[in-house]
């Protein structure tokens, strides 16, 4: 289908104003919305926070009704048609009387998909929809992940040199890459709900994790429960810290999440689960930690330790979105080999580390058969100041 | 220093000749040359091959003394003043009165270095030297090396996944890249004297180790002498095979290089220096492999094995000035730790691979800390279809 120019140009301007909320709206998606009446741009808005309007909403509110009767509404995501913490922007674009309702994508929700396009074009609306369709699911990779398949959207990166290296044959890391490289990288920390490391990492490295602007929330896979109390992420924001620990029980519950206070009668609970000198070890810790404003949960160890599967499940039922993993190299090949990557940065630092024992950027199992490897999609290359930013998506 | 605009202009024209030459004038510099005269090329010629003639008598050839009178020469190499396979080219240049003669570098070659360029200024002609200096340099890169340091310009290629693997964990290799990126791969080493590999890769891969349009002479490292007679090393081209092996001897002098025929008193000479076992094992391979036309040369193992830089300076001293080493990863590592390459050709395939036991492309030792690790220079990056070259050079 071919697309009318202005049309193109109206959608990109909302996919523009969208942005503008990066990293602020999730779980809702970022949407802009701007009003046209007589090929003139008569308002804009855009979704500047979950609980605040709509971008509609917003654009609608700058002007009159009289102001919008004949214009043409562009947003880049079919407007809602549920009572979520708003009321549903469908029934206000109707009766602004709207002359056109033009479209990017279908909105991906089961409650939503289609449906406010139906009552719109029922209310005698002209909608058009489609225009812009990859860039706009893009901007929305997470909802969309999210609401398709009801799970975070999840992404690895690594910093490693042109050999692959994270790390040298003894152990030195600090740094691969530049410092203008490591704010970047921050600052891709504060598009996502979460950043999630394994235990080796917050011992070996102690970081805080934290973006270039936002405290977002920490995960730590520590399946012995070895976090030490005195670690950057034990002690700053530790009301930001989810850590996931094992009690190597086989009667243990799937999982056995605390948080805030320990309920008296843990230990007990544990006990009946034969798990009484795992318990005496670890009650302290886990109260200190815990008093701090952690979370804890417990998940049974499963043949290769805990299920990066389970974790992403509990992170989205916390209503954590996407999940943005740093390392290290076992954690990103354990969620390399539970296939729930969907996007990966790959920081390229030119230079040769080499070493039979150095670390390479992705452990775990790994893919047996080359050829049975997948080319990432949509394969960017980007050059920042020496080093080289290659991302793509698995498709998965 | 700014350059005239024209001298620019046709400086990378001379650059332009010149590399239509490329990979066929080892041990000579790709040279082009230009004559101009009222601001119009009237000639021009390019060094075609070791032995035939040099570009600027190509050039001079091709018209009259009459013609050349008052004319400028363009070069992007100093003259040659000395007597190789051919007569000297300043006397030449002098001889036909060319009235300025502009050059974009001075020749490295110790038996030159600037010698030319004095003997033509005496003789009244005037002379500009530096224009696009870098560019001429980076064109003749193995000359520029080989002249400067008496040894050979060494690449090292790898074609890797995005997580810097060449293989997986059990061993599968085919293929990483696409056919078409490992036809550019090919197209490298016709511009290399000879390819290099360890023996392992020779027996897990079986390669040719062909140019796109060259046999070139391949070289491996083969210290127990486990190559296999079926191999199509030692089957395809057996004449352009240099094998290097040890004797695991203290009392072994540097190297015994053999060619051709093996001597009467070969087995009577290793006897001498207590090789006595090992010669009664090897004697009937070595023969037949020797028999064959391939080179065989003795080394005396080292704490690490083989040294790289011997070979490297035996390779040198067989008149070949550069070698493009392919692997495997422990093979490269070596002449990362000797601090032996020069140049590194990356193919990346935007996929990954992962795997704790998977192999990484540069083994070795490596480099201890990584902030002693150089970032290369020159560095460029090129898409090949879905794959990635990172190239750039290590400035030893």
Not at 60 to 83: S, W
Request: a positive charge.
């Amino acid at each position: 289908m071919i697309y009318n120019e202005k049309d193109v140009f109206f959608i990109k301007k909302t996919i523009g104003l969208a942005k503008k909320a990066k990293g602020f709206t999730s779980p809702n998606p970022m949407v802009g919305a701007v009003i046209v009446k007589n090929g003139k741009i008569i308002s804009k808005g855009y979704h500047k926070r979950a609980g605040l309007p709509h971008a509609e909403i917003e654009a609608i509110r700058k002007i009159t009704p009289r102001d919008i009767k004949g214009a043409t509404l562009y947003i880049n995501l079919e407007p809602c048609f549920h009572f979520g913490q708003t009321p549903p922007c469908v029934d206000e674009i109707i009766k602004n009387k709207f002359q056109k309702v033009v479209v990017s994508t279908v909105d991906p929700n089961p409650e939503v998909k289609g449906k406010s396009i139906k009552k719109l074009r029922k209310a005698g609306i002209e909608v058009i929809i489609g225009i812009l369709e990859k860039e706009a699911r893009q901007l929305n990779e997470h909802f969309f992940k999210n609401k398709e398949t009801n799970s975070p959207f999840i992404a690895a990166k690594t910093a490693q040199s042109l050999d692959g290296k994270i790390a040298s044959s003894i152990g030195s890391s600090k740094w691969i890459t530049e410092k203008k490289t490591r704010d970047y990288a921050k600052s891709l920390r504060d598009t996502y709900d979460c950043i999630l490391v394994g235990i080796n990492t917050v011992i070996n490295d102690n970081p805080h994790l934290d973006g270039l602007t936002k405290i977002p929330v920490k995960v730590v896979i520590d399946p012995k429960f070895r976090i030490p109390l005195d670690s950057n992420l034990t002690n700053k924001h530790p009301e930001k810290l989810i850590i996931f620990t094992s009690c190597k029980d086989k009667n243990l519950d799937n999982f056995l999440p605390f948080s805030g206070r320990i309920q008296p009668n843990l230990e007990i609970s544990l006990r009946n689960n034969n798990s009484s000198l795992l318990v005496k070890a670890g009650l302290e810790k886990w109260h200190k930690i815990i008093s701090r404003g952690a979370k804890i949960f417990f998940l049974k160890e499963e043949s290769r330790g805990l299920s990066a599967k389970k974790i992403a499940h509990i992170l989205y039922d916390l209503g954590l979105m996407s999940i943005f993993i740093e390392g290290g190299a076992e954690t990103i090949g354990r969620f390399f080999d539970e296939q729930l990557v969907d996007k990966v940065y790959t920081f390229i630092a030119p230079k040769i580390i080499g070493g039979k024992y150095a670390l390479a950027s992705v452990g775990g199992l790994g893919i047996k058969e080359v050829s049975d490897a997948p080319y990432l999609k949509e394969v960017m290359v980007k050059k920042l100041g020496q080093d080289i930013l290659i991302s793509g998506y698995t498709g998965i």
